[in-house]
């Protein structure tokens, strides 16, 4: 058992339910379940290092802490809370960045001046601990504990720490483009493009991928959009490690634990048992990417009743190719790679397997991904307008939007969930015209044309123009003939 195991332990509380088989492993290597001390230090300074850390009130919590991560090898900062005052304007609210479960985050600037040599001048994400229950100085304290050691490029980096009194504060690198979930999911944020959801994708996969790969596996447990943070070339980065806890070692094949984490994204053996395993991760990875390709969030009351939950919903298409184009982000106006579309479904399909053993591994899911960003079958948009004509001059305008096969109209996002309620009809009109070349579905989020290069029917030869109008005089000639004008005509 590594130090840190041991340092873990201490502070995991009656809200972890150990296995037998640990309980058994633990009283053959020490009685309270820690760590047998090096001969370097002294039993009774470590284990009481370990009893106070357990206690956030203890008066020598702040300088046990240091120490311990020091003796890790940890290279972040102690910041002083004056510090972080000075570097977020004292707090200002305009320096608000936003406000989670665990309190608000400010945006922060360091000078190189404050620690010379130690750290550069740079922007920072400061976040203020909310410590109202014991559960916010666990999640504060693991964070300190996982990041304080991990270093990797989609991890985010933390700087440092503040732990003065009740204040606990926690100093990371700035991540300029924000979450995830702002991007997908915000009403009036730009679309991501397919290149970037992608970028988003593999990169949320490595960082899994890194942590299922230690030497003693780390579960994330708290895998969801709005944990993955973005900077500003949307690099994702894995965020939030408060949920994180060591994986399963030796010949014990699962974590027992209380069930914590988001509803919608935990996986479903994880809920209904506890039994925490990577595999928990991967279900959660795949959750992510069915956002990702659909632009639903993975819970929405708002919706009607059999899509509010969205793996149920969309599950039934993820193997199908030619059926991949009708949950696909509409908002994506048909600008993806078809190819890499149905090959991301169904890696979504492997990831969702309801039996743990059949989802691949996360390094599994790198390699299924990497290929995906080199295919370069993403159409070209061409842009189409009619042509009417007024008094002898020709005008253009938009073409109104095409009309599918089936009746259907494209549609705007509060329309895109109403528009898969008649998949069946869909089906039906599949069968009777042959699939779709590219799949794609001929409707867009914001009501514009989309273009269909591969449909057997093209949408321009659908396109009407507006008819020209039978009043060529148009309405005001139409009023100079009105007898009282004929009347005072006839007077002059």
């Given at each position: 058992m590594t130090w840190m195991d041991a340092f873990m332990s201490c502070f995991t509380g009656e809200d972890e339910k150990e296995s037998e088989k640990m309980r058994k492993k633990k009283k053959k290597t020490a009685a309270d379940g820690k760590r047998r001390p090096s001969s370097a230090e002294g039993k009774d300074g470590f284990k009481k290092r370990q009893s106070r850390l357990t206690d956030s009130g203890s008066p020598t919590f702040a300088s046990d802490l240091s120490m311990s991560l020091g003796s890790m090898g940890s290279e972040i900062c102690v910041f002083t809370t004056g510090e972080l005052r000075s570097i977020t304007n004292n707090f200002s609210s305009s320096y608000l960045l936003g406000e989670g479960g665990f309190g608000p985050v400010y945006k922060g600037f360091i000078d190189e001046k404050l620690r010379p040599g130690v750290l550069k001048a740079q922007t920072v994400a400061v976040k203020l601990l909310d410590l109202e229950g014991l559960q916010g100085h666990r999640e504060w304290l693991a964070e300190v504990i996982y990041l304080g050691q991990l270093r990797h490029p989609h991890v985010v980096k933390l700087i440092g720490y503040c732990c003065e009194e009740e204040q606990r504060l926690l100093v990371y690198e700035f991540m300029a483009r924000g979450s995830l979930e702002n991007h997908l999911f915000k009403r009036f944020s730009i679309s991501l493009p397919w290149a970037s959801r992608l970028k988003i994708a593999l990169g949320a996969a490595k960082g899994l991928a890194f942590l299922h790969g230690q030497k003693k596996p780390i579960i994330y447990r708290d895998f969801k959009a709005s944990n993955i943070l973005l900077d500003s070339d949307f690099k994702a980065k894995l965020s939030d490690f408060g949920l994180a806890k060591d994986g399963p070692e030796g010949e014990d094949t699962h974590v027992s634990t209380r069930v914590m984490g988001t509803h919608g994204y935990a996986a479903p053996e994880y809920v209904m048992t506890g039994h925490l395993t990577a595999k928990s991760d991967v279900y959660s990875f795949g959750v992510v990417l069915l956002e990702l390709l659909t632009g639903l969030r993975a819970m929405d009351k708002k919706r009607p009743h059999r899509q509010q939950n969205l793996v149920?919903?969309?599950?039934?298409?993820?193997?199908?190719?030619?059926?991949?184009?009708?949950?696909?982000?509409?908002?994506?106006?048909?600008?993806?790679?078809?190819?890499?579309?149905?090959?991301?479904?169904?890696?979504?399909?492997?990831?969702?397997?309801?039996?743990?053993?059949?989802?691949?591994?996360?390094?599994?899911?790198?390699?299924?991904?990497?290929?995906?960003?080199?295919?370069?079958?993403?159409?070209?948009?061409?842009?189409?307008y009619t042509v009417t004509q007024t008094n002898g001059k020709s005008e253009e305008k938009d073409a109104k939007p095409a009309t599918k096969e089936n009746g259907h109209t494209p549609h705007s996002r509060t329309g895109h969930h109403g528009h898969h309620e008649?998949?069946?009809?869909?089906?039906?009109?599949?069968?009777?015209?042959?699939?779709?070349?590219?799949?794609?579905?001929?409707?867009?989020?914001?009501?514009?044309?989309?273009?269909?290069?591969?449909?057997?029917?093209?949408?321009?030869?659908?396109?009407?123009?507006?008819?020209?109008?039978?009043?060529?005089d148009g309405g005001h000639n139409k009023h100079s003939h009105s007898p009282k004008r004929r009347d005072r005509e006839r007077k002059q």
């Open positions: 149920e919903w969309a599950k039934p298409y993820l193997n199908d190719g030619r059926k991949v184009n009708r949950i696909m982000d509409p908002q994506l106006d048909g600008q993806y790679s078809i190819k890499g579309a149905q090959k991301a479904a169904a890696l979504a399909g492997q990831c969702l397997a309801h039996n743990p053993k059949n989802r691949p591994p996360m390094s599994a899911v790198v390699e299924t991904l990497e290929p995906l960003l080199e295919l370069k079958d993403v159409p070209v948009t061409h842009f189409v008649h998949r069946e009809k869909s089906e039906e009109q599949d069968a009777k015209h042959g699939a779709k070349e590219n799949g794609h579905s001929p409707h867009s989020r914001n009501g514009h044309h989309e273009h269909h290069g591969h449909r057997s029917r093209s949408p321009i030869s659908e396109m009407k123009s507006k008819p020209l109008s039978n009043h060529s």
